[in-house]
């Protein structure tokens, strides 16, 4: 079961309890980003807005679509709680097998066509998400799409947009990133500018995937054919060569420009803070509009946990880490990126055979572009999704001093890192540290025995006691 655009998606989260439908007039100005965000803050259902104030009916918003674990399960075609360990088994097996895309020569997505003149970004109900941000965003939830002709591969990123007048966008897209990796290598020195597709309300699995960092260069949208177990429909773009979802509900055709900025920013972002000031960003010309009949427009509010962001970009740092991880050679048993932490934190278990594991995962992850600046480090008798578990190993185990090591100096994918200067932000600057909460080694003998149920007691009493439990009057 996959959805291809979020209209079914909504059905079936209608389905099993995961969405509210919103039929009350709302103010793209700050209340619908209010109401996103509580409802995230709540771990709530997402909001379905039918009516936004100023537009006209069946102009409508989906917020928040991959919010919760549950909704996540849902967008694979798994049943709403399904346990997280499973969507993420389930998730790793999927993507093993890539299934291409098929390309068709119509779709949804060209019900209207505007271009030149008639392009008028403001025509959709872009929010005004946070109080301060510097304009309306209408990329929050969407993929910029654009081709690599040298290494001949085409990218799917999200990177966020506002609104900078009627035909231009304007937004943050790190040095790191794919996109800009393409823009500054392949047409930089032509003095090129760089043809781009937006799409916005594509089917959930693809709009996920634009925010995933572990596929590396792959064409996200043979992964998305692999999680959707079905492969993606794509149309061909009225003014350039890129492909399109043929059921995004809003594409943008144009293109990034060469040596031309427009002021950015600041927005709410993904950490839970607004650390980075309004600014000189890329730009986006939009040449061509098409849209489907009553478009839904996707939005993301960023901001404390838990957000789509989160939940999508958590999985997606875990799979990361694996790979550093085995790339290294360190034998790990699992990886956690708890979703309070909004992919700053990093729980690994680990069996150490060898002295010095903790301080070797510590120099794995500063050499990887990846956030996850605390790392904890467990042996696997504890359960890294087990937060009781993990903070009574980080509190008995770590040594004040000798169990924490710092790694400075290490490359940050961002700059939004809040605890990082101003300075540091501005060079990507960040750091790691580990705390390792495994027994040194050489304490052979000596090493506290755990006081718990199932390692205090011989087996004979354990069954006796699990036997008896409710007979001593126990629910
Ligand atoms: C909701 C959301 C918003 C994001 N906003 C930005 C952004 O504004 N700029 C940016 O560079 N990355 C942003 N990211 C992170 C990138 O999407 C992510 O790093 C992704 O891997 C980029 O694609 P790429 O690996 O193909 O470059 C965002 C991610 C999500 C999920
Ligand atoms: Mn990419």
Avoid at 135 to 159: F, L, Q, S
Avoid at 390 to 414: F, M, N, T
Wanted: glycine letters at 8%; one cysteine or more; proline letters at 6%.
């Amino acid at each position: 079961m996959s959805f291809d655009d979020n209209r079914k998606f909504i059905e079936a989260l209608e389905k099993s309890g995961d969405v509210v439908r919103i039929t009350e007039e709302v103010d793209w100005d700050l209340e619908v980003g209010a109401i996103v965000r509580r409802a995230s803050e709540r771990r709530d259902k997402a909001p379905f807005f039918e009516k936004i104030k100023d537009y006209p009916a069946g102009f409508t918003i989906f917020g928040e679509p991959l919010g919760t674990h549950r909704r996540l399960a849902v967008a694979l075609g798994l049943s709403a709680d399904t346990a997280y360990r499973e969507i993420r088994q389930e998730y790793e097996r999927r993507l093993a097998t890539p299934i291409l895309p098929v390309v068709v020569q119509d779709g949804p997505c060209k019900e209207n066509v505007l271009q030149a003149d008639a392009v008028d970004l403001f025509q959709f109900p872009a929010p005004m998400v946070h109080e301060g941000d510097g304009g309306r965003y209408i990329g929050t939830w969407h993929a910029v799409i654009c081709n690599d002709p040298e290494r001949k591969w085409t990218n799917w990123g999200m990177y966020r947009l506002m609104i900078g007048n009627k035909n231009h966008l304007t937004g943050l897209c790190e040095p790191y990133s794919h996109q800009y990796d393409i823009f500054n290598r392949v047409y930089a020195p032509k003095k090129q500018n760089l043809p781009v597709a937006i799409a916005i309300g594509m089917d959930p699995i693809c709009s996920m995937l634009s925010g995933s960092r572990s596929l590396g260069r792959k064409n996200e949208v043979d992964i998305a054919g692999a999680l959707r177990q079905k492969p993606v429909a794509l149309v061909k773009c009225e003014t350039n060569d890129l492909l399109v979802p043929a059921h995004s509900e809003i594409v943008f055709e144009g293109e990034m420009l060469q040596g031309e900025t427009m002021i950015e920013g600041p927005f709410g972002e993904y950490t839970g803070y607004r650390s980075d000031p309004r600014g000189p960003r890329p730009v986006y010309r939009i040449n061509a509009v098409t849209y489907r009949n009553n478009p839904v427009l996707t939005m993301s509010c960023m901001g404390l946990p838990v957000t789509s962001d989160t939940v999508v970009r958590s999985m997606d740092y875990e799979i990361l880490i694996k790979r550093v991880l085995k790339m290294n050679g360190i034998r790990f048993t699992d990886v956690h990126v708890p979703l309070e932490s909004a992919t700053m934190m990093a729980i690994v278990s680990v069996k150490p055979t060898y002295r010095g594991v903790a301080n070797q995962i510590g120099y794995a992850f500063a050499a990887a572009q990846m956030g996850a600046y605390k790392v904890i480090v467990v042996e696997d008798d504890v359960d890294v999704f087990n937060m009781t578990e993990v903070l009574h190993a980080l509190s008995s185990k770590c040594h004040p001093i000798r169990g924490i090591r710092q790694y400075d100096e290490a490359i940050e994918p961002s700059s939004l890192n809040p605890f990082s200067s101003p300075e540091e932000r501005k060079w990507h600057l960040g750091a790691k540290v580990i705390f390792d909460c495994t027994w040194p080694l050489d304490w052979e003998g000596a090493v506290p025995g755990r006081v718990s149920f199932n390692e205090m007691y011989p087996r004979d009493i354990r069954e006796r006691v699990l036997q008896k439990w409710t007979q001593y009057g126990y629910d």
